[in-house]
């Protein structure tokens, strides 16, 4: 019997497939409709302390590699929100994971508390955008105090719902990033974050996203989220969740392989339909059965013995 099940920070999931954050929004019907396609959890968009409409379109563009974005972190606000999150808690059968960012420590702590009351298994601190107050562009994880300082204040405020710190990497070292998450108190950490990039119409000639910066996902960005994973999992003992560009069961088995205990898919949504978390699962299922695994747990990390 291939036992599909993982337990990431005391929460278990059936399988180990979460939907990232900010693909399918934040209603309790596209998230039902996520669960019915065979997700182990789900992520919401990122909320933040207020309203946000986010930047002027073109903001999405599937290019051959993947997908660039600069959305904007578009959201209704934690107030705006609340509501679509108590309801979708209440329908799911599967972990509800609440990710949320702000521009400031105080706002992050403000959030985190209106958060909490709602219970979500979870809370994703979105630490990889561009949304400091002090100078509107620095992400909190591109600083190991400033990543201290936001986790160690939200910590106190989050109760025993578990803490998870996702993380970017555009950053000289992540292990030290991931690090100082640990040291804070974070349960856990998610990684990557899409990538900076620009996409250059050379008709137009001119970037080709309004907001010019994008982050990109989807294939091209897989090898630089498993490195991440890899060298996060040899510097903390917390649990990771590996997310980039995972669009088949043995891109998802990567991940686990560099050490992820679940992984994220977002853009592969995109390539492969909504059922591509019943997809990788099976795929996921399938590997172990030719490979002799009866467990996630014993494949885990096993790309650091050979
Ligand atoms: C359109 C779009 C919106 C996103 N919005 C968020 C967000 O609100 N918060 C967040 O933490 N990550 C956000 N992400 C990043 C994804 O959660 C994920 O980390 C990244 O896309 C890499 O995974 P993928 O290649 O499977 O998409 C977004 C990605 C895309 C493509």
Redesign the pocket.
């Known amino acids: 019997m291939i036992d599909l099940s993982v337990n990431l920070a005391g929460i278990q999931l059936k399988n180990p497939t979460i939907l ?4 399918m929004g934040v209603s309790a019907s596209s998230l039902k409709f996520v669960e019915e396609n065979g997700a182990g959890a789900v ?1 919401i ?2 909320i933040g302390h207020n309203e946000r409409f986010g930047h002027h379109n073109p903001t ?1 563009y599937a290019w051959e590699k ?2 660039h ?1 600069a ?1 904007g ?1 578009s959201n209704p606000g934690i107030d705006g929100s609340k509501d679509k999150i108590q309801k979708s808690i209440k329908i799911l059968k599967i972990p509800f994971i609440g ?1 949320m ?1 702000a521009d400031t420590i105080s706002n992050f702590v403000m959030v985190a508390e209106k958060m909490a009351v709602l219970k979500p298994a979870i809370i ?1 601190l ?1 630490l ?2 561009p949304n400091t107050a002090d100078d509107l562009g620095r992400m909190y994880a591109s600083d190991v105090k400033m990543t201290y300082d936001v986790i160690s204040s939200v910590k106190k405020v989050v109760g025993n719902i578990p803490l998870f710190a ?1 993380l970017t990497a555009d950053v000289t070292d992540i292990t030290e990033i991931g690090k100082s998450a640990e040291s804070a108190g974070a349960d856990g950490l998610t990684a ?3 990538v900076s990039g620009i996409n250059i119409d050379t008709k137009l000639k001119r970037p080709i996203l309004t907001n010019k910066v994008g ?1 990109l ?2 294939p091209a ?1 897989r090898p630089i ?1 498993v490195r991440a994973v890899y060298n996060l999992y040899k510097a903390v003992k917390i649990p990771i969740i590996g ?4 669009n088949t069961g043995e891109d998802a088995i990567e991940f686990i392989m560099a050490g992820a205990t679940a992984v ?5 949504i995109y390539y492969r339909g909504i059922d591509i978390f019943k997809k990788v699962t099976t795929e996921i299922e399938e590997f172990m059965k030719k490979e002799g695994y009866n467990s996630i747990e014993e494949m885990r990390g096993v790309a650091h013995k050979n």
């Open positions: 990232a954050s900010g693909i992520t968009k990122s999405v993947g997908i974005n959305v972190l990710s960012f994703e979105n990889s955008c996702k990557i974050n899409t982050g996902s989807g960005i989220g997310t980039g560009g995972i994220g898919i977002g853009s592969g």
